[in-house]
């Protein structure tokens, strides 16, 4: 099976090829991480510099696997101060964000591509005596290489929502064996332990350790980070705000539609969106004007020494501020739900006392959904309409919407403890228990 995948895999590379080079042309998108995801770096300094014992290599591959990954490294760095922790993501979101949230790091590096040559190459360079993914990152020669090698490899804070686990389930057979070739497999639930189980996991190396989001998000709130991105957006406390975070397309229309409706509520009301994808920014900042809406400004220009004057409509296009940006809401909805994405992270707002709207489409995150639903501060609706309703009634009782909120942010901070227990995993494993 090895054989065939690394066979496929330059076929694969080769059809993909075109659209990776006109995203890079015309977004400027891949350009800092394709030559190191080869291999190549530009200063070999980044790996001599790798001092200390024991060396663990830490895979987190985007923003939110770089927010899951944060309190682990840090509970790393306390247990190990002269320990080598090697970071690395597979985006350059994920890598500014780890530079920005995990200074407890060694170094930062980019993922390899999964060549078999590639991956020799990183594995000698950094020469780990421990591999932790997270969040069910797994990439077969990778994988292989780490075994060939002696490398333990213990996964954290695994998940597998319902479109992975149908879209493994389709090769199973491939991916029972590496699988099986882990060391340990700490799972976020129970769900997500039956699904692992069942795509080939041996029962006595999976646990179910929870969630370490939520240790990342108890540490990350904070009176002064409120006041900076007050501050940096001209926003006054208590001003009525609605954000809407991590927007999909066609959610940022329906958002605009609840705006307007908001506005009729409360004149004062101030709108942020955050498109998921910021390469969207000049599209979304199109749509915007062409719902009416022409006081608007972008955090790139806010960032460029523009200043808000009065914009009702502030359109986040820069990475590492929506958490920030949460702080200010009275409101909040969270997209990649009214459109069939899976839902995007509900918690980071929660974090703050906040109660999130968000469509159907959150199988990505159930059991978020699930915690914030009991507690009272996640609702759940169908369409424009029900959005708009509920935020509503729910602004119209000023009381009830703190008090939901409030009860969000406890439950949030009653599940942390997840890193520890993970990092516990990490640690059985480099004593060889």
């Not at 060396?55 to 247990?79: D, F």
């Not at 969207?280 to 199109?286: F, H, M, Y």
Request: include cysteine; charged fraction near 25%; aromatic fraction near 8%.
């Amino acid at each position: 099976m090895m054989y065939l995948y690394n066979l496929l895999l330059p076929l694969a590379a080769l059809i993909g090829l075109p659209y990776y080079a006109v995203r890079m042309f015309v977004t400027g998108k891949y350009r800092k991480s394709l030559g190191p995801k080869l291999g190549y770096y530009a200063d070999e300094n980044v790996f001599s510099c790798l001092q200390g014992s024991p060396r663990i290599w830490v895979h987190a591959v985007s923003v939110g696997e770089v927010t899951a990954a944060a309190p682990v490294v840090a509970e790393l760095r306390s247990r190990y101060p002269g320990a080598c922790i090697v970071l690395s993501t597979s985006t350059e979101t994920g890598q500014e964000m780890a530079g920005r949230l995990i200074s407890q790091a060694t170094e930062l590096i980019y993922y390899p591509l999964d060549l078999p040559f590639v991956v020799a190459g990183m594995l000698k360079r950094v020469q780990p005596d421990i591999f932790v993914p997270t969040e069910t990152e797994l990439w077969p020669n990778f994988l292989s290489q780490c075994r060939k090698r002696g490398i333990r490899v213990v996964l954290v804070n695994g998940r597998i929502s319902p479109r992975s686990f149908r879209r493994y389930g389709r090769t199973r057979f491939f991916w029972k064996g590496l699988l099986a070739g882990l060391d340990g497999l700490g799972m976020i639930s129970e769900t997500d332990a039956r699904r692992v189980l069942a795509l080939g996991a041996l029962p006595e190396k999976v646990q179910v350790l929870g969630n370490t989001k939520y240790d990342s998000l108890a540490s990350r709130t904070s009176a002064p980070l409120q006041e900076e991105i007050a501050r940096k957006l001209d926003i006054r406390p208590g001003s009525p705000v609605f954000v809407a975070g991590s927007t999909h397309e066609g959610e940022e229309a329906v958002c605009l539609s609840v705006y307007r409706r908001l506005l009729e509520f409360d004149p004062e009301f101030k709108l942020i969106l955050v498109p998921r994808h910021i390469e969207r920014g000049s599209a979304v900042a199109e749509l915007v004007r062409q719902a009416g809406f022409q006081d608007v400004i972008r955090v790139s220009e806010i960032d460029g020494g523009r200043k808000r004057v009065g914009e009702r409509i502030v359109l986040v296009d820069v990475i590492g501020e929506l958490f920030k940006v949460y702080s200010l809401a009275t409101i909040v909805y969270c997209g990649g739900s009214l459109v069939p994405r899976g839902g995007q992270n509900i918690l980071e707002a929660a974090a703050w006392g906040k109660v999130v709207f968000y469509g159907p489409s959150m199988e990505d995150f159930e059991g978020e959904k699930a915690l914030l639903e009991e507690a009272g501060a996640g609702i759940s609706v169908a369409d424009e309409e029900e959005l708009r309703e509920r935020m509503l009634s729910l602004l119209a009782d000023p009381e009830m919407l703190r008090r939901r909120g409030e009860q969000g942010r406890l439950a949030i901070a009653a599940n942390a403890g997840a890193a520890r227990r993970h990092a516990d995993l990490i640690g059985d494993s480099l004593e060889g228990r």
